[in-house]
């Protein structure tokens, strides 16, 4: 049952073999002494624990650092990113000096707090989109620092994020925007909702109810949805009757939340769950038909006219035809032929573009339906449908579609489909889909040879460097040296030729983390390039490639050589975290951190000596606060 909720929260945009278990998609700087004083916060804890772990080498060295790093960053201007640091340094030094880590976190979690969402109620949809995705970042963080903390002190942890939920009731209250809550507090307060469905599923329901008062329903309100459906069923009834009920408010014009709610009550093919309650059936059904009413109303009152209005309502045209009719014919067939004429009404105000992707999008539902089902009999037709295609676009996303379908089963016929894919981008990142597929099978057949000769086909070209590095790390931990030296020699040739992007970082870190243990002095001349790279490095970008063609992603997950691979997880700024560095820190920690010195990010070079730190204080980076979470995946 719950691998059932999964697939249909996932159907939506998403087939990702990773997580068909889970439910959610994929959210004034106060000083303190004892957080930003060195001299103060070691008088505080001169015979703390501290005492066993100094008698290390360089243990009081990079606690120093680490206290340098807390200061340095209260000057950082992206707050959310400069307080997820600090609050690293505070899980570092804690069993160190715990009153000075308490400070820390206490720091931390107040230079995201007061940061001021932007306002987006007069500004462009660009600007709001990236207000909004702002605010998701504050939440997140927000989230982060306090499941850091949690981790020692649950009360007090607890007790700051009720802080800063009265915050926002309050700039609420005393703004002059009526009863509506702005997009960007609704959006903090879903995500804060998120976080906590586990541990006070009654909290995180009271914060989604008060999230629903804005205009427009917040993204983080699917996950939050899904999550508490498998916490408890019945708060997140609650929450779904709100939401429709919010929806009315708004003019039942499009949200994307309508196809959370759909997919909260019903099967892909239409059907209700088992546990659907009939009344909420009949209410979610008829939202379906008042809302196709109402767009076509205002249509014939020629009151749709603008861009944005127009594509709303394509957007909705499209949910109505691929999910609102499957389900009211299965359901309340009596109200299927109202709901069609206004449907039918919607399509003749779109545009062909319109209409034809809207199209697509409701035959792929019933494809997918079909996989879920196990029923891939129509597998012939498929292909016969992307071959006739005419639309460009479309018929690549349909080719990519049996890539995924068919990639497990048969590689080298999804590699066939991959190559008529005609967007240059789509068609790389496909044919590397079934190249992992195929990595996985050297790698569990023992085959180091054909392994090499897949990573040499992927075409990403900083990814086939990492995994011929990858490949040499496996023959040096048993016998062949002098192959995996020459493999790792390829490995860089490759990566050296790449752009300076976080992904050419990121496998140069790697290739000089495999190339130490080895040879030590070709080690670290790979890792001083490596940072040098990264100064090259814009710090704002992200290596995401943006989606083209139809708004639907297919991602997919590859478990090689035992870890969860993708081709959507490209390296970023963010994503570096130099753990690699620990290996050079035991063998030359003098080199080791002179090298960190030269880092001109800010953030960066934050991030090294951190992991310098842990290196030293035998703190790994891992735990609940250091996962990558499923929002991180398909977050554009």
């Known amino acids: 049952m719950k691998k059932a909720f999964a697939i249909r929260a996932l159907s939506n945009s998403i087939i990702g073999n990773r997580f068909r278990g889970m439910c959610a998609f994929v959210l004034l700087i106060c000083c303190y002494q004892g957080a930003v004083s060195q001299p103060q916060a070691k008088k505080n804890s001169a015979k703390a624990p501290v005492a066993d772990a100094r008698g290390e080498p360089n243990t009081e060295e990079v606690i120093t650092q680490l206290f340098g790093i807390v200061n340095e960053l209260k000057g950082e201007s992206d707050k959310p990113a400069a307080a997820l640091l600090q609050s690293e340094v505070a899980d570092v030094l804690w069993r160190f000096d715990e009153p000075a880590a308490r400070s820390i976190f206490r720091l931390a979690f107040d ?57 926002i009731k309050s700039d609420e209250t005393n703004s002059n925007k009526g009863p509506r809550m702005s997009p960007e507090r609704a959006e903090l307060l879903a995500e804060m909702a998120v976080g906590l469905v586990f541990q006070d599923p009654k909290e995180a329901q009271r914060l989604g109810l008060l999230s629903l008062s804005a205009e427009s329903i917040p993204s983080a309100f699917s996950p939050l949805l899904m999550a508490l459906r498998n916490r408890d069923k019945a708060l997140s009834d609650v929450l779904f009757r709100q939401a429709l009920l919010s929806m009315r408010g708004n003019g039942l014009r499009y949200d994307s939340a309508l196809l959370s709610l759909a997919n909260y009550e019903f099967f892909s093919d239409g059907r209700p769950v088992p546990d659907a309650s009939p009344p909420d059936v009949g209410l979610i059904i008829q939202y379906f038909v008042d809302a196709a009413i109402a767009q076509a109303t205002r249509f014939r009152n020629a009151s749709v006219r603008d861009a944005d209005e127009q594509a709303s309502t394509g957007n909705l045209y499209s949910f109505l035809i691929s999910r609102a009719l499957p389900i009211v014919a299965f359901n309340s067939p009596d109200k299927l032929v109202l709901l069609r004429s206004n449907v039918g009404e919607l399509a003749q105000e779109l545009t062909g573009d319109q209409r034809q992707q809207a199209e697509m999008l409701a035959s792929l539902a019933q494809q997918k339906s079909n996989l879920i089902d196990g029923n891939d009999s129509d597998i012939e037709s498929r292909i016969h449908r992307a071959e006739q295609e005419k639309n460009a676009s479309t018929r690549d996303f349909l080719f990519r579609n049996l890539v995924i379908q068919l990639m497990r089963r048969d590689p080298e016929q999804a590699l066939e489909f ?101 040879d030590q002095n070709r080690g670290f001349d790979i890792l001083s390039e490596a940072l040098k790279t990264a100064n090259r490095v814009d710090p704002k970008a992200d290596g995401k490639t943006k989606p083209s063609g139809p708004t639907m992603r297919v991602i997919t997950m590859t478990v090689v050589d035992g870890k969860e691979r993708s081709t959507d997880l490209h390296a970023t700024v963010d994503s570096i975290d130099f753990n690699e560095i620990g290996i050079f820190a035991e063998r030359d920690y003098v080199q080791t951190s002179l090298l960190g010195e030269d880092i001109k990010d800010r953030l960066l070079r934050s991030k090294y000596f951190l992991a310098l730190a842990r290196s030293v204080l035998h703190v790994p980076r891992q735990g609940s606060g250091y996962e990558l979470t499923f929002e991180d995946l398909i977050s554009p």
């Open 111 to 167: 230079t995201v707090r007061q940061q001021s969402p932007n306002d987006s109620s007069s500004i462009d949809p660009k600007a709001k989109s990236e207000a909004v995705k702002e605010s998701r970042r504050q939440a997140s963080a927000i989230k982060t620092i306090l499941k850091r903390y949690g981790l020692y002190d649950r009360k007090s942890a607890e007790a700051w994020l009720q802080d800063f939920e009265n915050d």
């Open 418 to 518: 991959a190559r008529k894919i005609d967007a240059a981008e789509m068609r790389a990142q496909s044919e590397d889909d079934v190249y992992l597929v195929l990595l996985q099978k050297a790698f569990s057949g023992g085959s180091n040879d054909d392994a090499r000769k897949l990573a040499l086909k992927l075409n990403d070209v900083a990814g086939r460097a990492r995994w011929l590095a990858e490949i040499a790390g496996r023959l040096s931990s048993r016998t062949d040296r002098t192959e995996a030296a020459n493999l790792l020699s390829e490995a860089y040739s490759i990566a050296a030729k790449c752009d300076n992007t976080p992904a050419k970082v990121a496998a140069l870190l790697f290739i000089a983390k495999e190339f130490v243990l080895s």
